[in-house]
């Protein structure tokens, strides 16, 4: 490495190193939403999942949408036995299309993440699809945003699912968007567990 080259990377990282110590702990947990067309929003919160739990702190899912589907990730949680894993009854009745029933369990599913986020007893609340939720009016915008607003100052939150609402963004402390560039659906390739499930 040349000497311009080295002299170059540490003003770098003493400009970062300066950046850094300028910032601030919020001292409460942080609001997260994955949302946007592309695949990955579940996949990312689950990782996240995994960081806090290397950090020994608790963690609890609410699954939205889910139902009863086999999941690689719900599996392995469930063998890691560390998670407080709930997932709203059947999923949505797709097939019956009964809004009051979906209604009804999404409030349900978010009476108990409310009740999860108010206890005081987790570092780390995943409301997986929730954004789903809201896009088809089961939950509003204002509970959801009440609910946060209510929780215990050291939970952080994360809230995924395509079309999050443009309010609960503008609340949230980050928000990524998933942004699709090639799925293999549209090749005719189906769904792979342990790469999509």
């Known amino acids: 490495m040349s000497d311009d080259h080295k002299q170059k990377m540490q003003e770098r990282q003493a400009k970062q190193r300066a950046k850094v110590a300028e910032l601030q702990d919020p001292e409460k947990g942080l609001v997260l939403i994955h949302t946007g067309a592309g695949k990955g929003k579940s996949s990312s919160a689950f990782g ?16 939205f ?11 392995f949680f469930d ?19 009964d809004k009051e029933r979906d209604i009804a369990a999404a409030q349900a599913a978010f009476a108990k993440g409310r009740e999860m986020m108010e206890s005081g007893d987790y570092d ?7 954004n789903i939720a809201m896009r088809y009016d089961y939950l509003s915008v204002e509970d959801v945003i009440a609910g946060l607003d209510a929780r215990d100052k050291r939970t ?8 999050a609402k443009p309010e609960l963004c503008d609340y949230a402390d980050l928000v990524t968007e998933m942004t699709e560039v090639k799925h293999p659906f549209k090749a005719g390739i189906k769904a792979q567990r342990g790469v999509d499930y």
């Open 48 to 63: 996240v999942i995994v960081r806090a739990l290397g950090w020994k702190q608790k963690v609890g899912v609410v699954q």
């Open 65 to 75: 949408i889910k139902g009863k589907w086999k999941t690689g990730e719900r599996q």
């Open 79 to 97: 063998r890691l036995g560390e998670v407080t894993w709930h997932t709203m009854g059947e999923g949505f009745t797709w097939d019956t299309q």
């Open 124 to 130: 780390l609340i995943v409301m997986d699809e929730i």
């Open 156 to 163: 952080a939150v994360i809230l995924t699912g395509r079309d």
